[in-house]
């Protein structure tokens, strides 16, 4: 598994498991994840499947320092005080005593809050409390625009180590990436297929035909090759080998700058500053 380094030296698996929407049947789709090669779980409080991660994870064969586990703080529990709570209920959910990442799930906005930067900024101290604590391996943000993250590093006595972002072709969210990139701060690519939308975009067939790849397999290159972590989320066996296992190959400079310029397409409308929970 090919991996690259957070700022802090801690090495993170370029292609992780994304466990969103995964309610049903948890367990055997991790142990599948597992069984296939992945070593990076994404999971989140809010997505209700914490428990059941946990379980596969005791069930495996697989050692615990093996696997990179990631989990996030949801929006009701921003807050200093309520950012540790919740980070405790998330260890016991998963059955371990350290997550190997931990997130701010959303940045909390002016649209529904006065005081949104005060709020992010408490939740990002207690976020290094965590990671000053040991419990925690890394700390960072997930989709946190530009300004927001500019807000936290106004005061943060720790950098965000990674910023985890709705990113593939048509939603490059440029400005944010190429931000965190300059500050040292790795960025993940959620929804990296575009949840499934790309996956009969008739341009990018074109373009994996080409290469006798997916659909599915360019967007991950070309994630990849752009520098970014991805995490791809199937229940389909075979769609979760292929995510991961798949012949690595570079695709070229002319065909990265056509899929560049796409027009806006996939985008799970999910905006920060928009949003209303």
Partial sequence: ????????????????????????????????ALKVG????????????????GNALQHTDVDR?????????????????????????????????????????????NKNHPDAKEINVATWRAMQTLYKSGKVKAIGLSNFLKHHV??????????PMVNQLEFHPGYLQEDTVSFCKAN???????????????????????ISARYNVSVATLCLQFALQEGLVVLPKSVNPKNIDSNLNFEKFKISDEDMRLIKGMSEKGFSGSHPDSLEF
């Fill in 1 to 32: 598994m090919s991996t690259i380094k957070l700022s802090n030296g801690l090495d993170i698996p370029v292609i992780g498991f994304g466990t969103w929407q995964l309610t049903e049947n948890v367990e055997t789709v991790i142990a599948e």
């Fill in 38 to 53: 992945y070593r990076h779980i994404d999971t989140a409080a809010i997505y209700k499947n914490e428990t059941e991660i």
């Fill in 65 to 109: 320092s093996s696997i990179f586990l990631t989990s996030k703080v949801w929006n009701t529990d921003r807050g200093y005080d309520n950012t540790l709570a919740a980070f405790e209920k998330s260890l016991e959910r998963l059955q371990t005593d350290y997550l190997d990442l931990y997130l701010i799930h959303w940045p909390a906005n």
């Fill in 150 to 159: 500019e807000d936290i590093l106004e005061t943060a006595e720790i950098k």
């Fill in 184 to 206: 040292n701060i790795v960025v993940q690519a959620w929804s990296p297929l575009g949840s499934g939308r790309l996956l009969d975009d008739s341009f990018l067939k074109e």
